[in-house]
């Protein structure tokens, strides 16, 4: 089974920072990754497919880039708003969420 | 307006068996796959499985033994069915909607394993 690696498990940062949150496969997934993001008490929101397809109606300051095994989510200026645990997801190969990556204001 | 929702009991006994039904509008299940994903309380997301359109199914190897997954497509309904429930299956159990990644949840239903 493929394994995927969030980094890093908390991230703490302040309103306008550039976040960068990463996700490493353990073998080529072939860009056949998504990212979600769960606000507590809600259920996931697709913000990104196919590595770096915006998803219609996520906010443009959301991006995504990778391939091979590295993968990375971007949110080029932080909002309060963007609080919340943020979880990629292959398909590649079998179906695997990391195991998450909170973001925190600082 | 594509929409899921779960419904099912909130608290089954340990050895039991669990049984969730997923009803969807706004799709039709011969068009589009639906999958469950569950949820530990304070943890991270698991794919549990999927029932694909044409009706084949596919199970997270770790649950495999333990599950089933079908439909009624005339009812748009998908159901899951988990025996051997363990203290460890207690999670919120959603219902989605995949096609371009999965982007339509139900609101997810917690399941509480215990006695």
């Known amino acids: 089974d493929i394994q995927m690696t969030q980094s890093p498990p908390v991230l703490s940062a302040s309103v306008g920072d550039r976040v960068t949150l990463s996700c490493k496969a353990s073998?080529?997934?072939?860009?056949?990754l998504d990212w979600y993001q769960q606000k507590h008490g809600e259920a996931p929101k697709l913000l990104i497919y196919?590595?770096?397809n915006l998803q219609t109606g996520i906010p443009s300051r959301f991006s995504g880039s990778g391939s091979g095994t590295d993968y990375t989510l971007t949110i080029s200026s932080l909002q309060p708003e963007d609080v919340a645990t943020y979880y990629c997801y292959q398909y590649n190969s079998g179906w695997t969420f990391g195991g998450g990556t909170k973001l925190e204001l600082k | 307006q594509v929409q899921l929702k779960e419904s099912g009991p909130g608290l089954v006994q340990p050895s039991q068996t669990l049984s969730l039904t997923c009803t969807v509008s706004?799709?039709?299940?011969?068009?589009?796959?639906v999958h469950w994903v569950r949820q530990p309380p304070g943890k991270g997301l698991e794919w549990v499985g999927a029932i694909w359109s044409g009706g084949s199914t596919d199970y997270n190897s770790a649950l495999k033994s333990r599950l089933s997954i079908s439909r009624d497509t005339s009812k748009s309904q998908v159901f899951l069915k988990m025996n051997s429930l363990q203290t460890e299956d207690t999670a919120i159990y959603f219902c989605?909607?995949?096609?371009?990644?999965?982007?339509?949840w139900g609101q997810g239903v917690m399941v509480t394993v215990s006695s």
């Open positions: 073998q080529n997934i072939n860009k056949n």
């Open positions: 989605t909607h995949w096609e371009l990644g999965f982007d339509y």
């Open positions: 196919y590595t770096n």
């Open positions: 706004g799709f039709s299940l011969t068009s589009n796959s």
